[in-house]
């Protein structure tokens, strides 16, 4: 099984910290109700499968990530939260058997990006969901429209014309494209696909050297610098230490970014 969870993942902390202003958006659009079952998709350490099972008392919520050890972190925190209404499981939910017809909703922060093969995926979701059942899914936007990820990439490239190109790894921004992505939910048997904007900044620390160890968990910052010599390397760093210096505000470094939520039904 694929794993593609990152050190980010594994590190709800700072995750919870870069998404605090998305989280409070989604959360709203989750609307997560007291007698809910709610399956969370790709829910790395669970965070969004916590809070929904703290609303669902009377249901509970079942969180589901490809990565064994957000897995294992997931259940870390949730036994220490004393949560009796939560589970997870280690699944690939493109493939996963999910017992048929079980939730009331299916919500995700960012973990519906990485399908090798959307429509099957949407299609195992479905099925997993009780008729008028409902999708809630957070995406990214294109990278273009993302400040971060500009920058990001602007300043690894540098004027040395390496390593600009987005990660070699899954992409996240492969649900950006609205038209693709009603298609993509349309095959799989969704309907009321609708798509609202969200353009909250994401949060990388509160001051420099912070924000400079987050971008340096990032993949792409990753591999851009394992493939450089140590002098490269080097110029790299500064440069991404400049760019995240231009973003420092009096509450700490801050980039903005779109995002979509992404609604639909079960017929
Ligand atoms: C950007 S992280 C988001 C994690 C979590 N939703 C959160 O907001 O904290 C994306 C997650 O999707 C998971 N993932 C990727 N492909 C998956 C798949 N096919 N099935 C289940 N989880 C998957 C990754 O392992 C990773 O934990």
Redesign the pocket.
């Known amino acids: 099984m694929?794993?593609?969870?990152?050190a980010?993942?594994l590190d709800?902390g700072g995750?919870?910290a870069e998404?605090r202003r998305h989280d409070q958006v989604l959360r709203r659009a989750c609307g997560v109700r007291l007698h809910d079952h709610v399956l969370?998709?790709?829910?790395?350490?669970?965070?969004?499968t916590r809070q929904a099972a703290r609303t669902a008392r009377a249901g509970g919520a079942l969180g589901?990530?490809?990565?064994a050890p957000?897995i294992e972190r997931a259940r870390e925190l949730a036994r220490a939260e004393g949560l009796r209404n939560v589970t997870f499981e280690h699944?690939?939910?493109?493939v996963?058997r999910f017992p048929q017809q079980r939730f009331d909703l299916a919500i995700?922060?960012?973990?519906?990006?990485?399908?090798?093969d959307p429509v099957a995926?949407f299609t195992n979701i479905g099925r997993a969901l009780r008729p008028a059942g409902h999708l809630v899914m957070m995406v990214w936007q294109s990278s273009e429209r993302n400040e971060w990820i500009v920058a990001i990439r602007r300043a690894l490239a540098g004027s040395e014309g390496s390593g600009a190109a987005a990660s070699a790894g899954?992409d996240?921004f492969s649900l950006a494209d609205a038209v693709t992505v009603r298609q993509t939910l349309d095959a799989a048997g969704f309907a009321d696909i609708a798509f609202s904007e969200v353009r909250e900044p994401v949060y990388y620390g509160p001051d420099v050297a912070a924000a400079l160890d987050w971008v340096r968990g990032f993949a792409c910052t990753g591999e851009t610098l394992n493939g450089q010599d140590p002098a490269a390397a080097a110029r790299t760093v500064a440069r991404l230490r400049e760019t995240l210096s231009a973003h420092l505000r009096d509450d700490g470094v801050w980039f903005d970014s779109r995002a979509w939520i992404i609604t639909a039904r079960r017929p």
């Open positions: 694929r794993d593609a969870a990152s980010h993942t709800p995750y919870e998404l969370d998709v790709g829910c790395g350490a669970g965070q969004t589901v990530d490809i990565s957000a699944a690939d939910a493109q996963h995700s922060r960012f973990g519906t990006m990485f399908f090798e995926a899954p996240p």
